[in-house]
């Protein structure tokens, strides 16, 4: 599996491969399920903002949906480029909610990741 891949520099290497191990295993969050389902738009790029491990990304992937996530943690990034390397359908960068430049889309999702966000960045 390419979790082995992926360089840590936290002194906890077992704790983070558990962690990364666990949101591998997640399926796609239902909210972007309903989302997705609700879209008439005719543009088929949709954004996971704070994409984490991608599943999100995966299942939006699977729709059809040409995807471009971002999350700040590298860590995450280095995951999911990995796990979407063979998918011409889907970027991934390392970048904040602030410094993203948001294309015209049409689904845009940040599951479980604003509350992350300084209070400041959406001033």
Request: proline fraction near 2%.
């Amino acid at each position: 599996m390419f979790l082995d891949d992926v360089k840590h520099d936290d002194q906890d290497l077992e704790t983070w491969q558990q962690y990364y191990q666990k949101t591998l295993a997640r399926s796609h969050h239902p909210r972007t399920e309903k989302a997705a389902s609700q879209v008439v738009a005719s543009t088929n790029l949709a954004i996971d903002c704070g994409c984490g491990t991608g599943a999100d990304i995966a299942f939006l992937a699977s729709m059809g949906y040409q995807v471009i996530g971002f999350d700040s943690h590298d860590k995450a990034v280095d995951i999911c480029q990995k796990r979407f390397e063979y998918e011409p359908s889907v970027m991934v960068h390392e970048l904040s909610f602030e410094d993203f430049s948001y294309p015209m889309a049409s689904l845009i999702i940040a599951n479980s990741s604003l509350f992350l966000q300084s209070r400041v960045s959406f001033i």
